[in-house]
């Protein structure tokens, strides 16, 4: 097995995948100057050929320029040819996609920061998640900030054009066992997904579509149209990785999916399904939710994940593994069945904690929000 695959297992569920391997290539960049400045070349982001020095640190906290908050890029490289100084924000995302409002937050904290020639901010993703500059940059006005999106394909291609080493094979290897050596080719696996996807979508359909969505919608009291949630778990499914019913509660900024969790970090996972509740980075009454969360966790058994990290989506969830059903004669009445056990959770915790802002938005409070 692959050094860095068999490190990372040994901590798995301590160590994000993102995590793991930001300070990898941290650490690679760090030491190997020319091979930071030919990547910085190779992508575009500073095509300068006289740095003589170069500083890579991770997790280096910056407080936001207007709200005060710490944020912490996950690589920060600062450059200088011996008269100036250049400087780069790396946000890397593998597993996951892009935080509340990160990148207009790093953007802005970059456009504060003076003493520089010139000021980068690049996303690099496993995934395809495009972004806007007027997205990035909604906050800021003629700012000499520069943003570029990349992907990590081309990382790993880039790697492939360096001499060799032991260290370049353990990287490109772990980045092909995460599907980050994918390129603009269909692999093998992705035309056996595309050609099993319609039949798998009909099983998934009659999960979501027939009985599940009533009692969504009784336990939740939101009641909408069933192209309107069709037409949304294909949006969620685009954007988020999972093809779920949901809905938005508006007071306390509080979001429910319901189905089908798709997305893994690794091919060999196999994807969840479930229930979760989460709450917005900036709910005016995250503090009180959050507490309220614990409090469920522990009376109900449910799971919890990021109620103390402040500035990130945080929730409780009821799932399990598809894996779990494998075994069952009837695959889509067992699933069903644990879905609508969630819901009989759910419905019990609402009664328990009637405090909690559970109101469903109506036509006009609808918002667009950005899921973890």
């Not at 700012?143 to 054009?161: A, E, G």
């Not at 990290?309 to 069952?328: E, Q, Y």
């Amino acid at each position: 097995m692959a050094l860095f695959k068999q490190l990372l297992k040994l901590h798995k569920g301590n160590v994000p995948l993102e995590d793991f391997f930001t300070e990898i290539v941290a650490y690679v960049l760090c030491e190997n100057k020319d091979l930071l400045f030919s990547w910085l070349n190779y992508s575009h982001v500073l095509e300068s050929s006289n740095y003589v020095e170069a500083c890579v640190v991770t997790q280096k906290t910056y407080k936001h320029p207007v709200t005060g908050d710490e944020k912490r890029p996950d690589i920060v490289i600062e450059l200088s040819n011996g008269e100036s100084y250049d400087l780069v924000f790396i946000e890397s995302k593998i597993g996951s996609s892009e935080g509340y409002n990160q990148l207009p937050d790093y953007a802005e904290i970059l456009d504060s920061l003076t003493g520089y020639r010139y000021k980068h901010l690049v996303y690099i993703t496993r995934n395809f998640e495009p972004k806007t500059e007027s997205y990035v940059f909604q906050n800021i006005s003629q700012s000499d900030v520069k943003f570029q999106q990349l992907r990590w394909h081309q990382f790993y291609q880039f790697l492939l054009t360096q001499p060799d080493s032991e260290l370049k094979q353990e990287i490109t290897t772990f980045m092909k066992e995460y599907q980050m050596a994918q390129n603009n080719q269909f692999s093998s696996s992705n035309i056996l997904a595309l050609a099993n996807f319609p039949s798998a979508l009909e099983l998934m359909d009659q999960v979501m579509w027939e009985r599940l969505v009533h009692e969504f919608e009784k336990v939740s009291e939101d009641r909408r149209s069933l192209a309107y949630r069709k037409r949304e778990a294909f949006m969620r499914m685009r954007q988020y990785g999972h093809y779920t019913m949901g809905n938005w509660m508006p007071q306390g900024k509080m979001a429910s999916n319901l189905g089908f969790f798709l997305k893994t970090t690794d091919i060999s996972e196999y994807p969840i399904l479930g229930l979760e509740i989460l709450v917005a980075p900036n709910s005016p009454t995250r503090v009180e939710i959050t507490k309220k969360m614990k409090e469920i966790c522990i009376q109900y058994n449910w799971k919890s994940y990021n109620l103390d990290v402040p500035g990130v989506w945080s929730g409780i969830s009821w799932k399990k593994s598809i894996r779990d059903f494998l075994a069952t004669e009837d695959h889509v009445a067992s699933i069903e069945n644990f879905l609508l056990e969630s819901l009989d959770e759910w419905r019990t915790i609402r009664q328990s904690y009637p405090e909690l802002p559970w109101v469903a938005a109506s036509d006009n409070d609808i918002e667009s929000v950005q899921e973890p």
